[in-house]
């Protein structure tokens, strides 16, 4: 009778423990714990990581970034956020966080939009949204130090954060992220982003951002000086002359880990460093962000990885009446797919 009632006493034990770990494993409290690509024969997780969160129901998030202010209701603005993040969702076979840098009216502006895009596509994907100022003023040594030499007119101190937020990108990211990619707003998806993030896996050992070329002679411009009193440079030539035509920030994937751990890059984003490289190379730039990929990719080509320019397709014409109409479709050309559209310079992407 003893053993009998001890043998109920552990099956009941038993059963309260399974019901206990079911509704543990069946619960909504989800954490986020980082997904690793490879672990190695000692069960580490490896230096290389993927782009992404695992939830504990097994959802992978690719992490999209996106900045979109000043955007009235009636800004044209609006209308190409909802083609970019339309073509987004519609191609892509895996499960995306969008991460929207915005402000108060903007954000306001993007709910509805991306409200319209989620019921039009009948799919999901995890939006969040922060706050452009609260966000500049976590970089402003970083914006102080590239201002004076990337903006057309410095000192408007929220407008030129803008356009270097990405260069921080590594700070502002919660600290799960591994690798995102970023993308300006008029922008169009032509392919699943799931193809552009497979370009991870071809970063060098020490790439920390992955650009497309630049496809205007907006940087055989830019360094014209440096050029005079270096005619044998490759820098600012185009691809067809295998030279280097300098990078377009519409599109930026980023090694967040590697960024985050990178002293090389810790230094070079200092302004002494900005600083030296600009006068080493007569570098006044307009573009923001892009100017400086730009230089970083001259300086230390080491730390960008080049993507094919079907993955950047710019439409922009400026300079092709500019003083460049005989070199231009040197610069334009791009023989790949387009696999994403750039609309710059308020150029119309086709089919729109």
């Not at 799960?176 to 970023?182: R, Y």
Request: with cysteine; aromatic share 14%; proline share 4%.
């Amino acid at each position: 009778m003893l053993l009998l009632k001890r043998v109920l006493i552990n099956l009941t034990l038993i059963a309260v423990i399974l019901v206990l770990f079911y509704c543990y494993q069946t619960s909504n409290g989800a954490r986020w714990t980082l997904l690793r690509e490879q672990e190695n024969v000692s069960g580490r997780p490896t230096e290389e990581t993927t782009a992404f969160y695992l939830l504990r129901n097994d959802t992978v998030y690719y992490n999209v970034w996106c900045i979109f202010t000043k955007v009235a209701s009636n800004s044209p603005m609006r209308r190409k956020f909802a083609i970019f993040a339309e073509s987004l969702l519609r191609l892509s076979t895996v499960d995306i966080a969008f991460h929207v840098i915005t402000d108060d009216d903007s954000k306001t502006v993007a709910e509805k939009a991306l409200g319209n895009v989620l019921s039009s596509t009948g799919k999901f994907m995890k939006v969040e949204y922060y706050d452009v100022h609260k966000l500049a003023s976590q970089l402003e040594d970083i914006v102080s130090a590239m201002s004076p030499h990337f903006s057309s007119k410095p000192g408007t101190y929220y407008s030129d954060a803008l356009f270097f937020l990405s260069l921080g990108l590594h700070r502002i990211a919660p600290a799960e992220q591994a690798l995102a990619a970023m993308f300006d707003a008029d922008t169009k998806f032509r392919k699943d982003i799931k193809l552009l993030f497979e370009e991870f896996k071809a970063f060098g050992n020490h790439a920390l951002f992955g650009l497309a070329p630049e496809l205007t002679p907006v940087y055989r411009h830019v360094l014209y000086l440096y050029r005079n009193k270096h005619p044998e440079t490759k820098f600012g030539e185009p691809p067809t002359s295998r030279g280097y035509p300098g990078y377009n920030s519409g599109m930026v994937l980023f090694n967040l880990d590697r960024i985050r751990n990178s002293s090389v890059y810790d230094e070079i984003v200092k302004k002494e460093s900005v600083d030296a490289i600009t006068e080493k190379y007569h570098f006044k730039g307009h573009l923001g962000d892009q100017d400086f990929y730009t230089l970083l990719g001259m300086e230390r080509p080491e730390l960008i990885h080049t993507i094919d320019c079907g993955w950047n397709r710019q439409l922009c014409t400026w300079w092709r009446d500019r003083g460049y109409t005989d070199v231009f479709e040197n610069y334009s050309r791009c023989d790949s797919e387009t696999k994403l559209w750039h609309g710059n310079c308020n150029t119309p992407i086709p089919g729109d």
